[in-house]
């Protein structure tokens, strides 16, 4: 058997392989599809008809109560202090404390908490040389919390979250304070900030999360399935986190865990606490969202240590930690959110089925044999995954434009490919960070504050 003959048999198999994952994954997805796009038109047809389309601004006022921010800081020298001064300059309401945890060993961050003289800002220091875990200065903040409401004889509406480069909206706690007395758990949308410096690494973000929080998150809750906190942009009331603690020795936060606002999310749902995704416009007819918003990783090698970070948590230690509970919208759910390695494992396949045919293409234009055709099988495999790609292209097309207008539409058509290499070379990360243990501390990335200049 020729050389060439093998090669190609090599790039018949992956390309089999990848495709056959493709075909369940992209069916999946049009699942996810057909689910959004019908509760729209049925909204559209039988409820906004009758009711007119909520907005922030149009929730009916109630009485307000104290909303705690909780914002884990280590190494955040940089910008704590300008977020700090912009979230207290653009909250929206009269009675919210920001509660900053820092390090004993990072006084850098300590001076630069203090360098805002606000009664409203308080540091917690974390009696621990950094970094533990983000989990862990979580639950440092909530049991700060827990002795100030008993000296204070106050006790807080909601815990609110927050990292230290993110830009709050104004209406945000607004939104907070009336809906969380229905909810357990109420998270808003992340909109990440396009980066010009990194168009392809920091711009494939963007993409993913207004796919992800424009439509993924609405069908979660839509049948039924737990909302995951995204760790910003997010509360939590006050006595659903006081379960959680009590059901873990008073630490409502995963310690071990690297994505434990994800977690935190299904346990609540496990629970029994409703948990709710809440989209709304800042006044009606208004394009821009209520949302957090804040700069991603514009590097190759800081976006690979956070996707390994999420995949890590969420497909593998998840796995383990938080098991297949609850009903069939919530297991679907589980399962999409820990099918990245393997979607990983089918893009190498796919792209090395690639790279191989190519090389056999190009042999054969010097004059080697030509390659033997793909079977049939295959070949309608292709057709039939490269039809459903071009629909998850427009649909990726569509929610970008939707947030970002269309140009930014249009690039996010090449940034898929940035995505793909993103995510096979963080989860090779993952599993092995997974083979070892996982991580032992907190694996955070450099951040950057956007300032004043960017729109609410």
Known sequence: ??????????????????????????????????????????RALFVYRRHPRSSALSLKSGESGWLVVFIPAWDEANVIAAMLRATLERFDHPDFTLLVGYYRNDPATRLA?????????????VPANGPTTKADCLNHLYAFLVRHEAASGRRARGIVLHDAEDLVHPLELRIFDRLIG???LVQLPVVPLPDPASPWIAGHYCDEFAES???????????GASIPLAGVGCAISREAIARLAAAHDGKPFAGGSMTEDYE???RLGTLGERT????????????????????????????VRQKARWLGGIAFAGWDRLGWRGGLGERWFRLRDRRGPLAAVLLLAGYLAALLWAQLWLAAALGAPVPPQPSPLLETLLQVNFALLMWRTLMRIAFT?????????????????????????AASRALFLHAGGGPKQWDKTAHVFPGQTVRP
């Open 213 to 223: 929080h424009g439509k993924e998150l609405v069908v979660r809750e839509a049948v």
């Open 182 to 184: 229905r909810a357990g």
């Open 113 to 125: 908490i203090e360098a805002v003289p606000d009664p409203r800002v308080q540091a917690v220091e």
């Open 401 to 425: 434009t939707r947030l970002y207008g269309f140009g930014e539409g249009l690039a996010s058509v090449p940034r898929i490919l940035a995505g793909n290499l993103i995510a096979i070379l």
């Open 1 to 42: 058997m020729s050389l060439q003959h093998v090669l190609a048999e090599a790039a018949a198999e992956l390309a089999l392989f990848a495709a056959l994952g493709f075909l369940l994954f992209s069916l999946d997805d049009l699942a996810v599809d057909a689910i959004y796009l019908g509760r729209r038109l049925w």
């Open 276 to 303: 709710m995704f809440v989209r709304l416009p800042e006044e009606p007819g208004s394009p821009g969202v209520v949302a957090s918003r804040g700069h991603f990783p514009s590097t190759l090698g800081a976006a």
């Open 264 to 266: 935190m999310g299904l």
